[in-house]
């Protein structure tokens, strides 16, 4: 039985970025053709970064409030984000053939909210995700949960199907409520996923380290929105997560619940693409929620 790796500080290098392997991705230089393209549908090449809008929350939680209408609350929005975080249902049911922005297609799924999470099974078959020409596949891996090898095993599954299509997976590190979410647990999460061949990850934000978890993931790390927050929260956690590393974010309810959901998705868009600073984007959502209120 190898021991835990419980040795001193460990040396990330976070300010030597990682070699350009000919590909603006971090890690993606020996993709295939096919892969690279779809990743450049989700991460805008200008910037290498993504600004995705989550609505795949019904698959376990049914009509969160936001989402009782997609076709009404989202799809007025929609072209204003990067990728759809989606599930095929929806996709579907709701969002029209002539989307022009990335899909990125929730994958596992199974219980409820009413049960054990970590209990996911492949939900896709990936010839209909060829289908439906999605441009990535998101797995849940439920790392320290109790059915974390089955979650991970899934993930695996996945992405050697995924290569057989050209179609990227999406690692999202969830957190049960008995985990910590710290540098140190977000960091072996993500890193789990990254060695087992995923081509991106999605973890959450932490106040200490999480420039730690970027530089020890060789494959694009993408923040996770969380729980609703206050906006001008909401945009300097986006803030801090691209300044320290990640490639963009995936916001849900703190766009949808938002007061004003169109101007924040923009405000978070001027964070992860323009550079924005928290204030200058707390201000321009306020012009655009004021603009939107008017007419």
Request: hydrophobic share 40%; proline share 5%; with cysteine.
């Amino acid at each position: 039985m190898p021991e835990a790796d419980n040795h001193g500080d460990k040396n990330f290098h976070e300010q030597i970025p990682p070699p350009d392997q000919g590909f603006f991705l971090k890690g993606a230089g020996s993709y295939d053709w096919g892969m690279k393209n779809r990743l450049a549908r989700i991460f805008r090449p200008t910037s290498g970064r993504t600004v995705m809008l989550a609505i795949d929350h019904g698959y376990f939680q049914g009509p969160t409030t936001g989402l009782e209408r997609v076709d009404l609350s989202i799809l007025p929005i929609a072209p204003a984000a990067d990728a759809l975080m989606i599930t095929r249902g929806m996709l579907r049911s709701t969002i029209p053939a002539t989307h022009g922005g990335g899909v990125v297609m929730r994958a596992s799924g199974g219980p409820s909210v009413l049960k054990d999470l970590s209990n996911e099974r492949l939900a896709i078959d990936l010839e209909d995700a060829v289908r439906m020409n999605v441009d990535a596949l998101a797995v849940q891996v439920f790392v320290g949960g109790e059915h974390e090898t089955q979650s991970v095993h899934n993930m695996t599954r996945l992405i050697d199907a995924g290569y057989r299509y050209g179609i990227p997976v999406l690692g999202v590190t969830a957190v049960g409520k008995e985990l910590v979410r710290d540098a140190r647990y977000l960091g072996l999460a993500a890193r789990i996923c990254a060695e087992l061949g995923a081509q991106f990850v999605k973890t959450y934000y932490c106040e200490q380290g999480f420039e730690r978890v970027t530089a020890g993931c060789p494959v694009p790390v993408v923040m996770a929105g969380g729980k609703k927050l206050p906006e001008r929260e909401a945009l300097e956690m986006a803030y801090r997560a691209v300044q320290q590393g990640a490639a963009g974010v995936d916001m849900g309810r703190n766009i949808f619940q938002s007061r004003a959901p169109e101007a924040m998705l923009e405000a978070i868009a001027k964070v992860v693409h323009g550079g924005a600073t928290p204030d200058d984007a707390y201000e321009l959502f306020n012009e655009l929620a004021h603009k939107a209120t008017v007419a």
